[in-house]
């Protein structure tokens, strides 16, 4: 695996704008969260904060920009995409995490949820099997000022034994079947928030509790598949 370090210029997403283009961004943001977060029951007031403020329109290619508030997944590239603001929210609410909390991401793409995780005061570690994706979300995340992400660009399915335990894991992407390893990293009451499934798909959530694992479905999800090592496990 290859840790990429958080420095460098920001490249790809051409420029800050002016003021005018700025407020309209904002506004954006704000009748995302409003209308389609929100308005689905996510209440969590930090998750909440957070994607009023992080600038999701930086983290999607520039063709694709005007429609990056939107509800609904976007390209990334590499056949990959960035999930729906919905989803974004309620996958972190279901975290259930706190300010000071680390937080295991496997499914870097565009570094958004590593970003959403950060802004509501987490210490992010984020795993992307795909090293160019990997690379351009620590340029990114870096020259956004996100400094409490480290990017690891490699198989997230053996986890981040060494910054375990974490308080949360947030999968995006899709097994059929639930990585052991990454349960083993959770730390007491910590939660684990997965897509499992091929084509038809659960959002799940596992809590580590004294008496064992406890697990929910919460919705039905579409996520890209997860690859590596998990296609090798029987």
């Not at 349960?183 to 659960?202: E, H, K, M, N, T």
Request: glycine letters at 12%.
């Amino acid at each position: 695996m290859t840790l990429l370090a958080l420095a460098g210029g920001f490249w790809g997403c051409g420029g800050r704008g002016s003021a005018d283009d700025e407020q309209r961004w904002v506004e954006l943001r704000e009748t995302m969260v409003r209308t389609q977060i929100a308005a689905r029951g996510v209440r969590d007031p930090n998750v909440l904060a957070a994607m009023r403020t992080v600038p999701r329109h930086l983290f999607v290619p520039e063709d694709v920009r005007p429609q990056a508030y939107a509800d609904h997944p976007l390209p990334i590239g590499d056949g990959q995409t960035i999930s729906q603001p919905y989803i974004v929210g309620l996958m972190s609410e279901l975290l259930a995490v706190k300010p000071g909390d680390s937080v295991l991401e496997i499914g870097t793409g565009s570094g958004y949820q590593a970003a959403v995780l950060a802004a509501m005061g987490c210490q992010v570690y984020t795993i992307e099997i795909r090293e160019a994706l990997a690379r351009s979300a620590a340029d990114r995340l870096a020259a956004l000022g996100y400094t409490s992400v480290q990017v690891r660009a490699g198989d997230g399915y053996a986890g981040w034994p060494e910054a375990a335990p974490f308080a949360g894991i947030i999968v995006t992407a899709a097994p059929e079947r639930i990585p052991q390893p990454l349960v083993d990293q959770l730390a007491p009451g910590g939660r684990l928030v997965i897509p499992v499934g091929s084509f038809y798909q659960q959002l799940k959530v596992l809590t580590k509790e004294a008496g064992g694992l406890s697990q929910r479905d919460v919705i039905p999800v579409r996520f890209v598949p997860m690859t590596g090592e998990i296609e090798k496990q029987p």
